[in-house]
């Protein structure tokens, strides 16, 4: 069974930093590309970034980019976000989800061709 677990939200104040963790198993780790998505109230669920299964390609939506990081460590299995210089236009549930790609370098930014995905975590950022 599959399981992707987003750890590392919570509330925090315009401009502070906080790194989000998805810790994956039952899964081969290094043969997904992993990728953090958001979803804000009353809005759809919207790409942030992502990440090849090798690490080495990452792409990231042009709101985060310069602020958010992608890294992904394939021996624990784990995907991390880091987030910097936090907006109150970064509150959101955030999740990863992983999709299966025979390239080590491919990164994917549609929702629907991620397979599997986290329960999500909420970010709170006030102003």
């Known amino acids: 069974q599959v399981q992707l677990v987003e750890s590392g939200g919570g509330l925090v104040q315009t401009g502070d930093s906080m790194r989000l963790s998805c810790a994956a198993s039952?899964?081969?780790?290094?043969?997904?590309?992993m990728g953090w998505f958001r979803q804000a109230p009353g809005q759809a669920r919207e790409f942030v970034t992502a990440v090849s299964r090798a690490g080495g390609n990452t792409i990231s939506a042009d709101s985060v980019k310069g602020r958010f990081t992608i890294s992904r460590n394939n021996a624990n299995s784990t995907v991390y976000l880091q987030m910097n210089s936090l907006k109150p236009d970064d509150t959101a549930v955030y999740y990863c989800?992983?999709?299966?790609?025979?390239?080590?370098?491919?990164?994917?930014?549609?929702?629907?061709?991620?397979?599997?995905w986290g329960q999500g975590t909420q970010v709170t950022v006030s102003s």
């Open positions: 039952g899964l081969t780790f290094s043969n997904y590309v």
């Open positions: 989800a992983a999709a299966s790609s025979p390239s080590y370098h491919y990164v994917e930014i549609t929702p629907s061709n991620y397979h599997y």
